[in-house]
């Protein structure tokens, strides 16, 4: 299996499509991940151009890692749909990693994770679920034309997500709710790029309203057992050390 990134051999750069041809040279099957996000300025623009040299390489399976309740993720999603070849579409909610090697890491360590998060719900998906679905919708037959909804097996507030990563780790760390502007602030401070910043915003403020506050069944669907849970993964993380890394 070949990974396209900029640090591969042929390099992948979503910002450089000439970068792209060598990548998709003998290429059947593609797993489309768009960085930073599908949300982005710029993705549908990117996706369909990448979709349209895919289908001219001879690429006969795509799928697409995409956003739950993301406007802006959907219009990717159609692109793929409408084009002449096999699809899957795998919408992931929050990350767990976020937390052990994401955006929110340096607030864990320092033991306060201060975000613009209240009493929503959000059903955090371990990564490794959604490695395993991408990998069956790559590899097996079954899975083309499917959108699957993943997401852990239940709904967590960020501050219980929090609660569970101090029980597991046996460090006091606490979540403190931040206002909107308050955490645009900070965000600004830290020298973070822009789309970064804005990104972080919209998914605070727009992704984080309530839409997504569901269980969905992709996991179950894809693979027929049930997704790994985030105290599962909280002593998974705990065990390896990610959370005391001068113990």
Known sequence: MHK?????????????????DA??????????SYAPDLAMPGATDAIRAFV????????????????????EAQRCERIIQRADIEWTVVRASWFCQNFSEGAFLDMVLAGEIALPAGEIGEPFVDADDIADVAVAALTEDGHAGQVYELTGPRLLTFAEAVN????????AIRYVQIPPETFAAGVAVAGLPKNIAWLL???????????????????RRALAREPRAFTEYARRMAAAGVWNPSS
């Open 4 to 20: 396209g990134s900029r640090q591969s051999d042929p390099p992948f750069d979503w910002g450089d499509r000439s970068s792209w």
């Open 23 to 32: 990548v998709l040279d003998g290429v059947r099957a593609a797993y489309i």
């Open 52 to 71: 349209q040299r895919a289908v001219k390489h001879g690429v006969r399976r795509l799928v697409l890692l995409s956003g739950r309740g993301e406007v």
């Open 164 to 171: 569970a990563i101090a029980c597991a780790s046996g460090r």
């Open 201 to 219: 915003e919209y998914l605070f403020t727009t992704v984080l309203d309530g839409r997504n506050a569901h269980v969905g069944d992709g996991v």
